[in-house]
DNA sequence: GCTACTTTAGCACGGTCGTTCGTGATTTTA
DNA sequence: TAAAATCACGAACGACCGTGCTAAAGTAGC
């Protein structure tokens, strides 16, 4: 691996963990080189523009995301159970993915749904990407019989979200400890495993 | 009104609609003077710091919350019905309320999760007490006998809270056509109205 | 060990940020 | 109408931002 690969991949590595802890707003160029060990200009001569920076970052916390979180639940039995898996990898990923902060991508939302540009497509492409991923996971759950057959498989996805979205807000903004029950409570009333009963 | 209360409320006008498209990010005194038309230095002098132009303008738009989305419910009848007005001001209030983005508190609570001070303090009392509300709502609605009488209040909450949040990261940053019909079809089935059928 | 190339440091730029201060204009009060 | 209090302006500050440029340091191939 030649230096130049190296110290940019050193660059990505804390530019992640900067934007988990205080988003992409957090991701200037001065303080990220000082937690490089490295200069301003240096550091800037590697992307040419701090909207590439971005995006780089984007792309490397995916790649996070898809091993943290996907690649493992391979394995899991398809439908419910593959969807439970990363539903619960997805809820605590950041810590798993070593990042000492939130979730950067939830983060970058609340920065970018104004700004338009290339960022905030490729973003809301990641979302679109995994919301589509979750509902052929609850297509094939259904297909299984672990859910109703007429389970609109779109609105299913659309309240796992939301599910997710909240215990980010829960958690993070909250802090409320017990945000982590109420997400795993939440899932599982929308799976049907809580008896079918209402909260 | 003295000419001083009078620019103040016009500053708070425009910084609650300013803060409704572009964030407390986009709070900046500078443009915000400009759409006032007045100075900067001007507009500083009324409030005397930046954090308590924040502080000020949360206040205005706790004023305009209560007055669009609470009161209006106050005449509807005691539970479920009450809860489901107010859940349905709450999705449109920031149209109703005349401000011409999204809502503001939402936009203010990415921006301050990671920043300690007095803004992120107030800003999360007001998120306890408005779930706070809806858990007495729902109390309610479950000693009118409209929820069953095993139901977790605060799970049931919070599970509200869930839906409108992905409702503001749907219609707002997503852009999806759907959002509105998600948030309502979600809350319907939380209240027990799709015959108790999963999405 | 010398050369060709890549990588980093150093410095400066124009711009915006929140903040301060003194002064003139404008209201309000007497 | 005169005096007093309030309000708004204009200029400037130090700090930080992203962005260029040039020169030095470092690395790799022969």
């Known amino acids: ?18 934007a988990s802890l205080g988003g992409f707003a957090g991701l200037n160029l001065q303080p990220l080189a000082d937690r490089v060990g490295m200069t301003k200009s240096g550091l800037y001569a590697h992307f040419g523009s701090k909207e590439a920076l971005q995006l780089a ?26 969807l439970a898996v990363i539903y619960e990898r997805w809820l605590a ?22 700004a338009d540009g290339p960022v905030r497509e490729r973003l809301a492409r990641l979302f679109r990407d995994f919301q589509g991923v979750i509902e052929q996971l609850a297509a094939s759950a259904v297909r299984h019989g672990h859910l109703p057959p007429d ?23 909250m802090r409320d400890p017990a945000a982590l029950g109420r997400a795993r409570r939440g899932f599982l009333r929308l799976a049907g495993r809580l008896g079918n009963q209402r909260p």
């Not at 970052?57 to 398809?78: C, G, Q, Y």
């Open 151 to 173: 389970t609109d498989v779109a609105q299913f996805a659309h309240e796992v979200l939301a599910m997710r979205y909240a215990h980010h807000w829960s958690a993070g903004f």
């Open 1 to 18: 691996m030649a230096k130049g690969a190296r110290t940019r991949a050193a660059i990505l590595k804390a530019a992640v963990e900067t």
């Open 93 to 114: 990923w950041p810590a798993n993915a070593g990042l000492p902060g939130q979730c950067p991508f939830f983060a970058a939302v609340a920065e970018f749904d104004d």
């Open 57 to 82: 970052t984007l792309e490397h916390a995916t790649e996070l995301f898809e091993a943290t979180v996907v690649a493992p639940a391979k394995t899991e039995a398809a439908g419910l159970p593959r």
